[in-house]
């Protein structure tokens, strides 16, 4: 499978326990709707888009979303998150082709 | 280190953390698959089961009257909630008037979360409605919506 | 005779441009959202992928080392470029500066135009994040020369309609509207451009460059487009980055 980046940012940067902290997951995707043509080959592109993604924190899911094709192209998907206690966000996404990815995000509050 | 080996590394670093194993997910949630049509009214009966979601000033709608680009109109959605466990915004919904796919995201949330808000980037084929269509914990949908007109701007 | 018809036709593209604030511009309260996202640029992945490929490298320190300063230093040398190398004998930009390390060290450089070389460049520029620009076109003859020679390229009309990158981007049109997009001003000193290129082209859905621009912007006006990293391409960006002297460094942008 080809190479797929992606990112968790935290807002603020340093937080405490208990604080409620925003949460951006961007990730590069293509996003095709599969009804745009390739400017070369004339040739349509087939549908390649995000379908689900999940905001899993210590085990416990705190989001999830189903996604359709009308996003932009390499997404971000932004929500709130209230911080209890130390470990581990993870972002998972899967798309239509069956491609799924993971990108996980330490939590440490300070004080 | 050689050449070609620089390369590989360049190659491999980049593909590492691409593959991991499929999790399941939780019954009843129905991930789209294909190329996708739905009109609005649709997609809204689908969401709301044919309730009438009622218009709402604790539903704030952000996204540009005018939009530089077609291809990347922001969207926040803000819904004033306590979000605690017996009094919380179950989902929120965004959905767009006329490309050929209604919606654009159905976003599940928890009380977990603390605020009820979600932000994202949107694809509008032309000038049309963003619609948000907002879920609460005792079974209620609100609804907001705005016009956001898409013009072919600058130079390339 | 053709040269009328050139002169004419600019003249009607001008005309078609509109001041701010008629229909089509959009408000300020759009521009800030618009604004807003650069907190989640999606080039900053883009960035954090130049980041791990200097890394194979030797980092900050490698490049550091290459260039002859200090960790401590490299902030502000970046934001010093382009630069006259006595090593090379030319006027080069930071992109060429990471062509000539990789040669240094038995690696194949990456061309100029490609993605990686694209995300090396953001990432190094943005290790001056913060800094000022402080370009110095009067340090040696070499730069000044960089500097006359990019003020040509700036001026000199030519092309199927006779343009200039003056005739879009000078004093006279600042405030007028192509197509809901407001002309920056980039001749005029105080002209911030330089300051937040590598930027994430939402046009595109990619990294682009400066000089990447430069090359879109000639080709959509139909001048004949010069290549990256030649004498012509530093030279504009050596006079456009002395444009925004003083301005703060914030990589990577964000443009329509």
């Known amino acids: 499978m080809a190479e797929r980046k992606s990112l968790i940012k935290i807002k603020p940067k340093r937080y ?6 925003k949460v951006s997951f961007m990730v590069m995707h293509p996003m095709d709707t599969g009804m745009g043509k390739d400017k070369k080959t004339k040739k349509i592109i087939p549908a390649k888009y995000i379908n689900s993604v999940k905001f899993v924190y210590n085990g416990k899911e705190i989001t999830h979303m189903n996604v359709w094709e009308s996003l932009s192209v390499n997404p971000v998907f932004t929500i709130y998150m209230k911080v209890n206690g130390k470990g581990k966000l993870v972002v998972t996404y899967t798309d239509n082709t069956g491609e799924v990815h993971e990108k996980s995000k ?6 | 280190m050689q050449r070609r080996d620089f390369f590989k590394k360049l190659g491999t670093a980049t593909a590492i953390a691409a593959v991991v194993p499929t999790m399941s997910f939780a019954a009843g949630d129905s991930k789209p698959t294909g190329p996708n049509k739905m009109d609005y009214q649709t997609a809204l009966n689908a969401i709301t089961g044919g309730k009438t979601p009622v218009k709402s000033d604790k539903v704030k709608l952000k996204t540009p009257e005018i939009a530089e680009n077609g291809a990347v109109v922001p969207v926040t959605v803000t819904v004033d909630s306590p979000m605690t466990p017996s009094n919380y915004v179950k989902a929120i919904h965004i959905l767009n008037g006329k490309n050929s796919n209604a919606r654009c ?3 599940f949330l928890t009380p977990a979360n603390g605020k009820a808000m979600f932000s994202t980037r949107i694809k509008l084929g032309g000038t049309q409605n963003v619609t948000a269509v907002v879920e609460l914990s005792d079974g209620t949908f609100l609804i907001a919506s705005q016009s956001v007109k898409v013009t072919i701007g600058g130079c390339g | 005779m053709k040269t009328g018809i050139k002169i004419a036709l600019s003249v009607a593209m001008l005309a078609s441009l509109s001041f701010g604030g008629e229909q089509f511009a959009m408000s300020d309260a759009d521009r ?16 954090a992928d130049g980041e791990e490929l200097l890394g194979y490298m030797g980092g900050d320190e490698g490049l550091a080392k290459y260039l002859g300063v200090s960790e401590d230093d490299l902030p502000t040398y970046i934001a010093g470029f382009p630069r006259y ?7 080069v930009g930071i992109d060429q500066m990471i062509q000539a390390m990789m040669a240094d060290g038995g690696h194949k450089p990456l061309k100029l135009k490609s993605g990686n070389m694209f995300s090396l460049l953001a990432y190094v520029k943005s290790i001056a994040n913060g800094e000022k620009i402080n370009i110095d076109v009067n340090a040696n003859p070499q730069m000044k020369e960089a500097y006359a020679l990019g003020e040509k390229t700036f001026m000199t009309k030519r092309g199927g309609r006779g343009l200039s990158c003056n005739s879009c981007h000078s004093p006279d049109v600042v405030g007028r509207v192509l197509r809901t997009q407001p002309l920056p001003d980039l001749g005029a000193n105080g002209a911030k451009a330089a300051a937040t290129w590598p930027a994430y082209r939402m046009t595109k859905s990619s990294l682009r460059t400066m000089q990447r621009r430069f090359q879109g912007c000639m080709k959509n006006a139909l001048l004949k487009v010069i290549p990256i990293g030649s004498k012509e391409m530093v030279a504009l960006e050596v006079y456009l980055t002395d444009k925004a002297k003083g301005s703060e460094i914030s990589i990577p942008g964000l443009k329509r």
């Open chain 3, 32 to 47: 800030a959202m618009y604004a807003e996202m650069s907190e989640n640029n999606p080039a900053d992945i883009m960035v």
């Open chain 1, 106 to 111: 330490k939590i440490k509050p300070r004080g």
């Open chain 1, 16 to 21: 405490k326990d208990g604080e409620i902290v």
């Open chain 3, 85 to 91: 190398i006595k090593k090379f004998d030319m006027v």
């Open chain 2, 105 to 107: 995201i159905d976003v």
